[in-house]
């Protein structure tokens, strides 16, 4: 790789926790001298029971070949819930990059574990032969956590060893939080259980526990001595101070980038291990003392190369009995190791090499190298004291900061505002750099959304493999980033990308938490905005349809009334020429035959024959007019029968040809289907004999299939007429009522006229 840019991945669970920030900050200060660009995947707990942790993890899901060339993973953070065999199954699709595990031996990567169990038993032997405790209680981390189960069994061999019993009510499981310790305190006072001494594998729990023990009175380590493990910087300023055994965490995080380069250049898997280191304080019943080793030899494995240098110095000047050369170059040491590791404790041991070897190597008296010492130490001591002040006066500056960048996100919801706010509050912890990525609902796309250096609105759609728009080249690579899921509940909305840089660790879990309620608000806001537009829309086509609706149906009415109107003028006039007609021959024939009875003469056969046929034509006038008026009898009478009863019906108005090709076993399962399309075939049948001069008419029925393999039922009426007529087919009543008949059956009608004569099909769905 050599020539190119490189960069590697972090996977880590939180930077707001002392163990996983010192590994973080070792390993982002290697890759800065090594001129590696990092990203860290800031996700959660694998296995995680809280589903906005469980969402998190999206954030390792976004690591791949894309983006990075190699990965450190700090497993011992990560697998609270999960199994070695969890983490190998979890961690395989990154198997065809370099990878290093931090913490825990992984199949198939290179790692870095600590030899623990060794210390911690020694601290058990300290309590027992020391301090006389008998009873004790152990405060483990999740169960199937395997560096929590392999210091409980050290632990246990050691009581066993001394034939102390270890009651497995008094093991308790916890999370590698101040709350577990909290927790189990509490449970051991109130359910009475006698103790002496708790042991909590890692130092948070531990600080938690004697928070909780102070709370209830119970005094430590005159009641009872507590130890932890993993060796962070608070432990030393707990109260009593906390006797626990120190993981070199620096040392291993810059070994694991050291580790990672040479697989990355072509080289092969490692496994290390190193040493951890057991510090006796005050709150296992020990007096207080200055935490070095007189007599030191030799320079401590985790010595880094610029303190290795620096005791050099400090050997050759102490050599010569330059009192402020050597004070000013022990400053200028001290200012590095704080700004490296922040352990700025070590330089007692490192002293302690120092005296050693200066008073072997020079002919300076006990007393000057004692006086150069102790004023060496002092030096320390002050600087630890002014470091510490310094700590506590930016971690409240660092919290003011947080408050205000909690106001300015808080509660703001358009999207505008939202990123200008979000850029002032980037530039208040002094990033200037910023970009923020929304997932889009296609899978595995993003779009850009906001960067700190552009105000103009973005609309960049991308692969989110690629963490940034290709349109913004790979530079960005070669920087150090801190990439932040963005997630509401279970819900993953997207990532902020933000530079790397030595601010409070708090800030990211803020910015984390901040940005992604507003985003969902913001988006939420979005959302609803485009839902009234679209009911606005949707209100105004619906109204206007109603407007449409209410003229159709205004004429309609109209119509109705036309139709009435014609109806009853049709039906008087039929009364009126026709069927009066027959009533008045009827009339004259009977006072005919009433004249011939009174003058005694015959009534003659012949004119009562033309009184009963005249009133049967009546009767079938009759029959004619209220069959057109009165539904159709669907129960007693087919489909058929009712269009034959028609035919016969119409035969009897008119001498023209009428053919019936329906099938016989037609059925309209609809009654108001079945109504509407008969009253249309009755009203086409009616314009053909009346207005199409034709000499035969067709009523037939056929089936067929649409585009979509839908069943077709065609209805049709066909004459040879001379078609009808154009004044008929633009203003005609009976079209418009065939068309409303049509629309109330779900059915289509297509009407074609000409020269050659009229069809009218009626098309409905089967």
């Known amino acids: 790789m050599e020539g190119l840019q490189r960069c590697i991945g972090i996977f880590t669970a939180s930077l707001d926790d002392e163990y996983q920030s010192t590994l973080w900050h070792a390993i982002e200060q290697e890759a800065r001298k090594r001129n590696i660009g990092t990203i860290s995947f800031i996700g959660s707990r694998l296995g995680s029971p809280i589903a906005s942790e469980a969402s998190s993890n ?13 990965l450190i993973i700090i497993a011992s953070s990560l697998a609270s819930y ?10 395989a699709p990154w198997s065809s990059l370099p990878r290093v595990s931090i913490g825990m031996r992984m199949q198939g990567m290179s790692d870095i574990t600590v030899e623990g169990e060794e210390d911690i038993a020694v601290v058990v032997e300290h309590l027992i032969t020391v301090h006389h405790r008998s009873k004790f209680a152990i405060l483990t981390g999740p169960k199937t956590h395997e560096e929590s189960i392999r210091r409980l069994d050290a632990c ?12 497995e009510r008094m093991v308790f499981s916890g999370t590698f939080t101040d709350v577990s310790g909290r927790e189990t305190v509490a449970s051991l006072v109130e359910q009475g259980q006698d103790f002496d001494a708790l042991i909590c594998l890692n130092d948070w729990m531990a600080l938690g526990a004697l928070d909780e023990l102070a709370r209830r009175g119970i005094k430590v380590p005159d009641d009872v001595s507590v130890v932890g493990y993993d060796g962070l910087d608070p432990s030393r300023y707990a109260l009593p101070p906390l006797t626990t055994v120190v993981q070199p965490l620096h040392e291993m995080g810059v070994i694991a980038v050291d580790i990672l380069d040479r697989i990355m250049a072509g080289g092969e898997e490692e496994h290390i291990t190193l040493p951890c280191t057991t510090v006796i304080r005050e709150s296992c019943g020990c007096n207080p003392h200055i935490s070095y ?3 030191l030899h030799e320079m401590p494995s985790y010595a880094s190369p610029s303190e290795r240098f620096a005791v050099q110095d400090l050997l050759l000047l102490v050599r010569q009995g330059n009192y402020h050369q050597m004070i000013s170059r022990l400053n200028r040491a001290l200012d590095t190791t704080a700004g490296e590791s922040g352990s700025m404790h070590r330089w007692n041991e490192y002293l302690s090499v120092v005296e050693y070897k200066s008073s072997v190597e020079s002919d300076l008296s006990p007393k000057t190298l004692g006086m150069l010492m102790a004023a060496a130490r002092a030096l320390i001591g002050d600087k630890i004291g002014r470091f510490q002040a310094a700590k506590r006066i930016a971690t409240e500056n660092s919290f003011d900061s947080l408050r205000k960048v909690s106001a300015m996100l808080s509660g703001t919801f358009e999207l505008d505002e939202f990123f200008e706010n979000l850029r002032l509050s980037l530039k208040l912890f002094g990033l200037d750099h910023g970009y923020l990525v929304r997932f889009t609902h296609a899978k595995g796309k993003a779009r850009l959304l906001m960067a700190m250096d552009q ?6 759609v991308f692969d989110a493999m690629h963490i940034l728009p290709p349109s913004l080249g790979v530079d960005w690579k070669s920087q150090r980033w801190v990439l932040l899921p963005l997630v509401y509940l279970d819900e993953p909305l997207g990532y902020l990308l933000v530079p790397f840089r030595k601010v409070m660790p708090a800030l990211y879990d803020v910015l984390q938490e901040q940005v992604s309620s507003t985003l969902k608000g913001s988006l939420l806001l979005t959302q609803i905005r485009e839902h009234e537009k679209n009911l606005e829309t949707q209100v105004a086509h619906r109204t206007q349809d109603l407007s449409s609706e209410i003229k159709r149906r205004t004429e309609l009415e109209k119509e109705v009334m036309e139709i009435s109107t014609k109806t009853m003028e049709r039906i008087g006039q039929e009364l009126h020429d026709d069927l009066c007609q027959y009533l008045l021959g009827i009339s004259l024939l009977a006072s005919s035959a009433k004249q011939h009875l009174e003058s005694h003469q015959e009534v003659k056969p012949e004119e009562l024959e033309m009184i009963s046929m005249h009133l049967n034509k009546a009767i079938s006038k009759v029959k004619t007019i209220s069959r057109g008026l009165m539904p159709l009898e669907l129960e007693s009478h087919s489909f058929l029968e009712q269009l034959e009863a028609l035919v016969g019906d119409s035969l009897r108005l008119a001498k023209v040809e009428i053919d019936i090709n329906v099938d016989p076993e ?21 314009n053909a004999i009346k ?12 089936h067929t299939v649409d585009e979509k393999s839908q069943k077709i039922l065609v209805l049709s009426v066909s004459d040879d007429g001379t078609g009808l007529p154009p004044k008929l087919q633009k203003q005609g009543l009976g079209l418009k009522i065939m068309h409303n008949r049509a629309s109330m059956a779900n ?20």
Do not use: M
């Open 58 to 70: 999206l954030a390792y899901h976004l690591a791949g070949k894309e983006n990075i060339d190699g």
């Open 82 to 91: 999960f199994t070695t065999v969890d983490l190998n199954k979890f961690f």
């Open 156 to 167: 246990s061999q050691v009581l066993e060893t001394h034939g102390i019993e270890l009651d």
């Open 293 to 295: 080793t007189p007599g």
């Open 455 to 460: 105000v103009s609105p973005l609309d960049q």
């Open 666 to 686: 037609l059925c309209i399962c609809d009654p108001i289907v079945e109504l509407n399309t008969f009253r249309i075939i009755q009203e086409a049948l009616t």
């Open 691 to 702: 207005h199409s001069k034709a000499q035969h008419i067709e009523i037939s029925s056929s």
């Open 747 to 766: 059915a289509l009608l297509k009407i074609e006229s000409g020269d050659e004569g009229t069809t009218v099909r009626i098309i409905l769905k089967e």
